[in-house]
């Protein structure tokens, strides 16, 4: 194998290709599933947009926080929660990560650093803020990242987190994930101003835009920005600008969506493709030792499938349990 | 007439964060043009074409403009070209396509050393008028867009003669595989070891191989300024220079960007001559052109390089204003 002109060693490459994948196949498999009818609720696909939450999420440790959104799969597969955990979560049965009570857009998993998906839009902006907070108090260098999309980074909770952050100089950074549409609605029609690093400077942060569909460009960019967080730099915007494969949620017809779009889409701005071809290319990883990958992420899937349906569903009994707090 | 391509999202990369690096705002970016726009009305142009865009410059300047008539000031019609927008530097190619076409006298651009380039690529024979917007902006000298559109106006005008206000400028011409790809820079195409573009901007010189400019300025920041605090080599001289990287030699420090400074190790460095056909190293993973990381190369991708000193045309903005002031343009009685 050739010298590596990569930022990440081999097993760091590999384990790239290798939550890309798993999140790639986590909800292509989502996709075919949820038409039959046995997955309850709405889920909300990250399929197309990999690229980012494997970029930031390899300079995460385990105490960094998140906090994501409607769309959120992609993002736990990053930050280590469990994905069998996670499907029998969607199937709703037990032993889900929320003990199948929460479902897609309700995973959370505290020990991972995984604040949870969230079903209200721009709402994850507030409770990074607060982990970012509570970050800075304990001193020991961790950070908070908040995930939220083109169309809720019109909503005031996200605008004032940014001031927030701000004026506290938190370690909390917003990644703003623009797939072009909030729900339906284009983000040429939403969004006043071209780019959202002109919104960030409108509250006094940096913030930069990369190609969200190229992992090595949201690696290298989020890499400086959550240093510059850990070491007191405070807050930025990272704007990765990506693609969606499939709908706003799992029925969506997509009549908003020019004929050929996607298909276009997939030929030329997979995220995973475009970083197979690359470091096959530079002879760093051969196509066998990703294949291997990709078969081992198939079974993976398909043991989560197979557990997740075989599951109970939780008891009846349960159902008030995990709800209130008691101090 | 005038043609007028204002990029709307340059100034967007990695360098905000590591270097505290300008982020010059829409409105700002609006009003450069509407400052621009007054000084080419003031010398009688009429009509301006304009490269459109989705939410940015375009609302900015028509709700300026409106504002400015409501007062009953004296500016050019601002025509936007009729295209599809993209929001990618597609916009810009084909922007100019459309400008070449309706025959303008010249071309101001806004925008960095990349939103240059992507002009010149598409045009090079309709003089430009530079304005920098962008982030380390070797090309378009940092110049109040009031002087810049009375420049353009002037020669568009006819008042200031070509042979006074237009230059020619250097630029690279690459090759990879004899033209199996072919592109360009204004300034500087640095080959990288690295094997992915990545964020684009380079500031980790570490891999930086070899650096060849058109033009080394020590004032510039980016890597004419590496080549510059070596031997500095002006815009008007008919070579550049090619500096290796590596140890073993001198080591320099330069703006690498804004706020960079860094430390390079030179192994040495040598003229560029014009139209010589150069080789650049095998090892280089990818090309940077005019400060950002373009190309992505494959092992055993051959590169070649050639320094064209007649490659583009632009405005000659200082010279221009001075040679309507010798010849008493600006005077009314």
């Known amino acids: ?327 | 007439m005038v043609g007028l391509i204002a990029n709307p999202v340059s100034a967007r990369d990695i360098r905000r964060v590591i270097s505290n690096a300008s982020s010059l705002q829409v409105a700002d970016r609006a009003n450069i043009v509407l400052r621009a726009a007054t000084a080419l009305g003031a010398t009688g142009i009429d009509k301006i074409y304009a490269m459109p865009d989705k939410k940015g410059i375009q609302a900015l300047v028509q709700r300026g403009l409106e504002r400015e008539r409501n007062m009953g000031h004296r500016l050019p019609h601002v025509e936007f070209l009729d295209m599809s927008i993209t929001s990618t530097v597609d916009d810009t190619h084909r922007a100019v396509d459309l400008l070449a076409e309706l025959g303008v006298d010249a071309i101001i651009v806004l925008g960095g050393d990349g939103t240059h380039r992507a002009v010149v690529s598409r045009c090079a024979t309709i003089p430009i008028v530079g304005i920098s917007t962008g982030t380390n902006n070797a090309y378009p000298e940092m110049r109040e867009s009031t002087v810049s559109g009375l420049a353009a106006g002037l020669y568009s005008s006819g008042a200031v003669p070509g042979s006074v206000a237009v230059t020619d400028n250097k630029l690279l011409e690459v090759s990879v595989n004899g033209g199996e790809l072919t592109d360009l820079a204004l300034v500087d195409v640095v080959a990288s070891t690295d094997r992915y573009v990545g964020a684009r901007a380079l500031w980790r010189t570490e891999s930086i191989a070899e650096i060849f400019v058109t033009f080394a300025d020590p004032e510039a920041v980016g890597m004419s300024a590496v080549a510059g605090v070596l031997e500095p080599i002006s815009r008007a001289e008919r070579y550049g220079l090619h500096v290796r990287l590596g140890p073993g030699g001198r080591r320099v420090k330069a703006a690498i960007g804004p706020g960079m400074l860094s430390s390079l190790d030179v192994e040495s460095w040598a003229r560029l001559l014009p139209d010589q056909p150069m080789k650049v190293t095998p090892e280089a993973g990818t090309l940077a052109l005019d400060g950002e990381r373009e190309l992505e190369l494959k092992p055993g991708d051959e590169v070649a390089l050639r320094l064209r000193p007649s490659g583009f045309v632009s405005i000659d903005v200082g010279r221009t204003v001075r040679w309507a002031a010798k010849e008493g343009i600006f005077i009314d009685s």
């Open chain 1, 1 to 327: 194998m050739a010298d590596n002109p990569f930022p990440l060693d081999t097993e760091g490459l590999l384990q790239a290709y290798r939550t890309m994948r798993t999140i790639r196949e986590f909800e292509d498999r989502l996709h075919t599933n949820f038409a039959t009818g046995e997955i309850p609720g709405f889920v909300h696909l990250y399929a197309g947009e990999e690229a980012a939450a494997a970029g930031i999420m390899m300079h995460l440790r385990r105490e960094d926080r998140i906090a994501s959104t409607h769309r959120g799969h992609g993002h736990c597969i990053a930050k280590g929660v469990d994905p069998k955990a996670m499907m029998k979560e969607i199937y709703g049965k037990v032993g889900g990560s929320c003990a199948g009570k929460g479902g897609s857009m309700h995973i959370a998993e505290l020990d991972a650093g995984m604040m949870g998906a969230n079903g209200i839009l721009g709402a994850g902006a507030p409770l990074a803020c607060g982990a970012g907070l509570a970050a800075k108090h304990r001193g020991q260098g961790d950070v908070a990242l908040s995930f939220v999309g083109d169309g809720a980074s019109n909503q005031g909770t996200f605008l004032e987190s940014l001031n927030l952050a701000a004026v506290w100089n938190l370690p909390t950074i917003f990644v703003v994930e623009n797939n072009g549409y909030a729900e339906s609605t284009s983000r040429n029609y939403a969004v006043a101003v071209d780019s959202y690093v002109d919104r960030a400077a409108g509250f006094g942060l940096p913030g930069i835009t990369v190609d969200g569909t190229d992992f090595f460009a949201v690696y290298e960019a989020a890499g400086e920005i959550i240093d510059r967080a850990r070491h007191g730099g405070g807050p930025s915007l990272l704007e990765c600008e990506m693609v969606r494969f499939y709908g706003h949620f799992e029925g969506d017809a997509q009549t908003y969506r020019a004929d050929g779009e996607v298909a276009d889409l997939r030929e030329n701005r997979d995220c995973i493709k475009s970083f197979r071809s690359k470091v096959e290319g530079a002879g760093v990883i051969s196509a066998d030792r990703l294949d291997q990958i990709d078969g081992e992420v198939i079974a993976l899937i398909d043991e989560a499938v197979a557990e997740a349906k075989a599951a109970p569903e939780p008891d009846l009994s349960e159902l008030l349990t995990d709800v209130y707090v008691s101090y």
